[in-house]
Antibody, heavy 118, light 106 residues
């Protein structure tokens, strides 16, 4: 079973860049798309974006960079100019693209809490 | 973007009850809908994809239906392990999630 593990700082200062990495336990990292999803405390889920493309949530697009490093079996998230509103649990997840269209997130990391505060 | 609205926001039920959660999309999404279960402090878990396909390993008491703009998740006989929050998710253009439905003990 493929496993995902997020890593990165748990505290980021306002206006700085949030950087997270997701390590993938499988050699088939090239065969899938990989997403970042976040969840503010006590609130719902928000898709941030996925690897290998400029496609990301329009509300975050100007601040988001997602990249894939197949040699390290990792993908990463950079979110610049953060504010307190970016405080959330950040999840990495594997996308399952369905033959008939659509997609679902079938494997998730455990999540990592990131707090934006000075 | 497409808005997903779940109802109810909270549902109180007893073990053995039949439970139905509804998710409505602001415009048609065909059957491009998935359902997830989330327990406190844990990542969401995929239950249903393509509106009605059961994810491998998920108990058969879970079922999904619908197309277009109206979808339902049904738990045929609620079990103690099912008390959790449930989210729907659509994919047209980019993914958006419903606000969640918390299933609590009555």
């Amino acid at each position: 079973q493929v496993q995902l593990q997020e890593s990165g700082p748990g505290l980021v200062k306002p206006s700085e860049t949030l950087s997270l990495t997701c390590s993938v336990s499988s050699d088939s990292i090239n065969n899938y798309y990989w997403s970042w999803i976040r969840q503010p405390p006590g609130r719902g889920l928000e898709w941030i974006g996925y690897s290998g493309s400029s496609n990301s949530n329009p509300s975050l697009r100007s601040r988001v960079t997602i990249s894939l490093d197949t040699s390290k079996k990792q993908f990463s998230l950079k979110l610049k100019s953060v504010t307190a509103a970016d405080t959330a649990v950040y999840y990495c997840a594997r996308e399952r693209r369905l033959p008939e269209g659509g997609l679902a997130f079938d494997i998730w990391g455990q999540g990592t809490m990131v707090t934006v505060s000075s | 973007d497409i808005q997903m609205t779940q109802s109810p926001s909270t549902l109180s039920a007893s073990v053995g009850d039949r439970v139905t959660i509804t998710c409505r999309a602001s415009r048609t999404i065909n059957t491009w809908l998935a359902w997830y279960q989330q327990k406190p402090g844990k990542a969401p878990k995929l239950l249903i994809y393509g509106a009605s396909s059961l994810e491998s390993g998920v108990p058969s008491r879970f079922s999904g239906s619908g197309s277009g703009t109206r979808f339902t998740l049904t738990i045929s006989s609620l079990q103690p392990d099912d008390f959790a929050t449930y989210y729907c998710q659509q994919y047209v253009g980019y993914s958006t999630f419903g606000q969640g439905t918390k299933v609590e003990i009555k």
